[in-house]
T-cell receptor, first 114, second 111 residues
């Protein structure tokens, strides 16, 4: 079955540091890949997505590239801010008979200190 | 404003007392889904619905029921809650594959 493995947290960085959160996946077919972000006390919000190999998703300074050869979708940001503190989830979707279920990783808690 | 709403946001109850968590979306989405979030496990799908009157089990359906009588509403029903159903629950809806919109969550504690 499908699965997502992401970097264990928590991750603590200083403001303006470079961020990488690793994500690898196992899936049948050609999944779409996503990063969702969960701010304290809120639901999940889509951060970025990529729907085919070599696509790069980007939003709010975050980027991730769909690497089929390494089955990876690592999240990066060049200079993090305190406001980026949140839990980040890598996820994939491989629709199966109409079920658009998202398969999530376990989440990575990121804390940015001033 | 496009949104998914859930009620209640917080609920403490006792074992065996039936409860319903409501979910409503105003985006005319056909697909809706319920997830539960537990530490170290990420989010797992409980039930989903592809359209009105069409529902099916996700990965962890035991102890839950759902219904989809109207397109906008997708309530989650716990007929006889147990402590292992203590969790954070999210409703989601989607128009296209994968890009799902999530509600704010319902934190349920079953004593």
């Amino acid at each position: 079955g499908n699965s997502v493995t992401q970097m264990e947290g928590p991750v603590t960085l200083s403001e303006e540091a470079f961020l990488t959160i690793n994500c690898t996946y196992t899936a049948t077919g050609y999944p779409s890949l996503f990063w969702y972000v969960q701010y304290p006390g809120e639901g999940l919000q889509l951060l970025l997505k990529a729907t085919k190999a070599d696509d790069k998703g980007s939003n709010k300074g975050f980027e991730a590239t769909y690497r089929k050869e390494t089955t990876s979708f690592h999240l990066e940001k060049g200079s993090v801010q305190v406001s980026d503190s949140a839990v980040y989830f890598c996820a994939l979707s491989s629709p199966n008979f109409g079920n658009e279920k998202l398969t999530f990783g376990t989440g990575t808690r990121l804390t940015i200190i001033p | 404003e496009a949104q998914v709403t859930q009620n209640p946001r917080y609920l403490i109850t006792v074992t065996g007392k039936k409860l319903t968590v409501t979910c409503s979306q105003n985006m005319n989405h056909e697909y809706m889904s319920w997830y539960r979030q537990d530490p170290g496990l990420g989010l797992r799908q409980i039930y989903y619905s592809m359209n009105v009157e069409v529902t099916d089990k996700g990965d962890v359906p035991e102890g839950y029921k759902v219904s989809r009588k109207e397109k906008r509403n997708f309530p989650l029903i716990l007929e006889s809650p147990s402590p292992n159903q203590t969790s954070l629950y999210f409703c989601a809806s989607s128009l296209s594959a994968g890009e799902q919109f999530f509600g704010p969550g319902t934190r349920l504690t079953v004593l």
